[in-house]
């Protein structure tokens, strides 16, 4: 087996996480392996979503697309946020929204839960982990990643996607016991899955909170973020740069930044230098709007540069969007996008 | 016809919109008229929405309803943002979302529509409003609307609701001649539009810009705020306090209240404390999720006072949701919601 270097400081993308200094600005894409991409289609019309996250050689070919086809700092394993549910005792399926049979209606749903959740049988995404690092032999770290909190408890609650969480505010506000119930389990069983990626290879761990914007300041503090922070810090010794991930969370990213992450990932709905004032000590991953992407190639420039411009002179910035690529993104645009950020950050950097 | 006073400052509503003393926190809904309402369905399994807006007697009785019912301190007159796009060429249809026919696709559409847009199509709004007026007898204020120029342009271009406003967006950032020519177009029906709202006798008046969180701080800055501050500026000496309405822009909420309204509205996304502190010289009004009207009153209660502490002490706060009323919200709670506003927001006001 390959030698894994836990930290390598030789990584662009690991150095600017660190906070540390870098030749250039380092960049990659949230979905960045997804359905814009010809390779990851033509898997997708052999196999479902779950398919290819259950097959180490699948995940690992989506995973790497990407990487073989643009000049991107870091790969992030192919996986899908939901798989924990089924550790936990729930079944996923997609079709192809994500539904969840039998979702989480009250307290005494919690019973059909597995009380102290492992992610043992998630053990092919740390097969898949280990295939895509030997695979990329050093050339960029990989990084492992699950949902947040909010994002899977509110799955296991609606029973797929949301617009207004009705039932999932409903429980985590008037039945607190069965909230703490409900994330202590989902936080046992993400940091198991975590470390399991980590001692698989992962470099580094993002946490995705894509609904924290459904959520008040006060609720997020009161319902979310204890158990946040408990995720954090039970991987704060593993030495992989912990990357938090909210969208709409502007409104009260100090807070956000509490849970403990090394480095925050923000949304376009925020200047990035507005996000460096507002998150002392932090690295901040972000934002171009994915619909930028989809523009000729002079107005995407104009934006990155922009970006670029907002983020001159700090240190531990990594270019990103501000969510997932969007399916009707040309593939070009990526990898222009990638150039340009290499090509313009290297200016004026600390 | 009754004595319309300009801006008559008996009004708790209308003190705390100019940041003047009252005797306790001013509150109503947005969406207070609407489907929670056992009336306003009853009026629904009738007729369509355009025809109640259509109709001033019944634009009338969806008005009052809630005034009638609760102790609300303003009343918003019943119509529907789309209106003036009607007034500019378009054709609106709710089947139920709302579809445009024949959208702005390009910078040719724009031929469509009406080069030098007047609102006078829309008399019956003009004359709903006269007609609440009458029944209101000074009981309360009332406000009159209008979308915001974001808001109005993506229906227009996307022909309907959208998630990611990937046409209008585009139009936005790859067409500027287009944009601003369509822009100005929408500031000057919406000018005219609110102009004549004002003469028959709306007391306040309050722009929804809905969907402004789709935006970058930088794309709100460069492509929607110059047409937003002509709109506020073109409104400014009528006498009628102007509240801007934004869900989602807590990230840039400075560059919103540069365009210029008295009174800003802002989503749950954020504290009402960190918008006063961040709003100095606005009157605030907010901001509860509206999903908490589904709560138990305890739940309720404690969310409300939660508020009413974050404004004590400052002037110029409106109490209001951070969206509209949901469909599934049970009246009482409303009424509860009011009463507890005024019960508990009557404390150490200055």
Request: hydrophobic share 45%; charged share 25%.
């Amino acid at each position: 087996m390959t030698m894994i270097p836990a930290f390598p400081m030789e990584s662009r993308f690991l150095r600017a996480c660190a906070r540390r200094k870098v030749d250039t600005v380092p960049v990659w894409f949230m979905r960045q392996a997804g359905r814009y991409l010809p390779g990851y289609r033509a898997l997708r019309a052999k196999h479902s979503i779950l398919e290819i996250a259950k097959t180490p050689e699948l995940a690992c070919e989506a995973t790497l697309e990407p990487i073989r086809k643009f000049p991107l700092d870091a790969a992030i394993i192919f996986a899908d946020i939901l798989l924990p549910l089924e550790a936990m005792g729930l079944r996923v399926r997609f079709s192809p929204a994500p539904e969840i049979d039998r979702p989480i209606r009250g307290p005494s749903d919690l019973k059909r839960l597995a009380s102290r959740p492992e992610a043992d049988s998630l053990f092919f995404v740390g097969e898949a982990i280990r295939l895509v690092r030997r695979e990329l032999d050093g050339k960029v770290p990989l990084i492992g990643f699950a949902g947040a909190p909010f994002t899977l408890a509110s799955y296991m609650i609606e029973g797929g996607p949301s617009r207004d969480f009705l039932r999932t505010k409903a429980l985590m506000r008037e039945s607190p016991g069965a909230w703490r119930s409900l994330l202590d389990r989902i936080v046992r069983v993400t940091l198991s899955y975590l470390r399991m990626q980590k001692a698989s290879g992962a470099q580094a761990i993002q946490l995705f909170d894509s609904w924290a914007g459904a959520l008040s300041p006060e609720d997020y503090r009161r319902h979310i973020l204890p158990a946040t922070k408990r995720l954090f810090s039970g991987l704060k010794g593993l030495g992989a740069p912990l990357i938090y991930f909210g969208s709409g969370a502007s409104g009260f990213l100090e807070d956000f930044a509490r849970a403990g992450s090394d480095v925050v990932g923000v949304d376009w709905r925020i200047d990035i230098a507005e996000a460096f004032r507002r998150l002392p000590g932090k690295a901040v991953q972000g934002n171009l709007d994915p619909a930028l992407l989809l523009a000729p190639a002079p107005v995407l420039k104009k934006a990155a540069r922009q970006i670029l411009r907002q983020a001159s002179g700090r240190r531990g910035f990594v270019f990103n969007l501000g969510h997932g690529i969007l399916p009707q993104t040309p593939p070009d645009n990526v990898r222009r996008l990638a150039e340009w950020v290499h090509q313009y950050g290297g200016g004026r950097r600390k």
